[in-house]
């Protein structure tokens, strides 16, 4: 059910956050490509000292604060409680980068060793292709930055436009999923090595008027995890 999750539908709930939408998109994501198995995602540490994407990808909200911790950022892990940061969200999403988590960890611009510390152990983490992939994104034309206040409107229709997108919804319904179907399909049944790379340039979300004004709304951590 959740692949057929549409934008409308997270409104309904009232979730209006864009960063939690796109949270959920990528969380969905990660669950189609592991074909929904929810033990695939992990919430706390292991033995290992290094992480390849392909791990740090399934990473939980919670084991996104143990890395934080680990890499003496203790003071600040608590204040991510709730924001809807996975391992999914860091990988997937091109525009979340560390400048993105230093907002959300509350760490001032005018701590630049801190947030220096922070950038130097983001890009570690992520890889040297999803470094790449989120600068060549950011440096391409009409690039806007993550922000982590937008809220997420339903899109505005005039009277005259409403037969027109009704007709155009029965035709392609796939338009407003959070994740789209195709984005997952390819991943799992696609010949390429990176099953996560179908995910890019597929977000609804982004189409629709984002409010700069809007505060931020909570989200729990409540993935599965096998480990006692």
């Not at 989120?134 to 809220?151: C, D, F, H, M, V």
Request: positive net charge.
């Amino acid at each position: 059910m959740l692949q057929y999750l549409t934008v409308n539908d997270l409104l309904f709930l009232k979730v209006t956050s864009q960063l939690h939408h796109l949270s959920i998109k990528c969380a969905i994501h990660v669950l189609h490509v592991n074909k929904f198995n929810p033990y695939c995602l992990k919430r706390r540490p292991g033995t290992e000292s290094q992480f390849s994407p392909s791990e740090v990808v399934q990473w939980s909200n919670h084991r996104v604060m143990e890395w934080l911790r680990s890499v003496d950022l203790a003071e600040y892990a608590p204040n991510l409680r709730g924001s809807g940061v996975h391992g999914g969200l860091i990988i997937l999403e091109p525009r979340f980068n560390s400048d993105s988590l230093a907002m959300l960890l509350n760490i001032p611009p005018q701590k630049t060793l801190l947030r220096r510390h922070l950038t130097t152990n983001f890009d570690s983490l992520v890889g040297a292709q999803a470094q790449q992939e989120k600068r060549e994104y950011t440096e391409a034309a009409g690039y806007a930055p993550l922000s982590i206040t937008a809220k997420v409107k339903p899109k505005k229709l005039g009277f005259s436009n409403l037969a027109t997108h009704l007709r155009r919804r029965r035709q392609d319904e796939s338009t407003d999923y959070v994740c789209p179907i195709e984005a997952g399909q390819a991943a799992v049944n696609g010949a390429e090595m990176r099953p996560y790379a179908a995910l890019g340039g597929l977000s609804p979300i982004l189409d629709r008027e984002p409010d700069p004004c809007g505060e931020q709304v909570g989200l729990g951590d409540g993935r599965a995890d096998p480990s006692p």
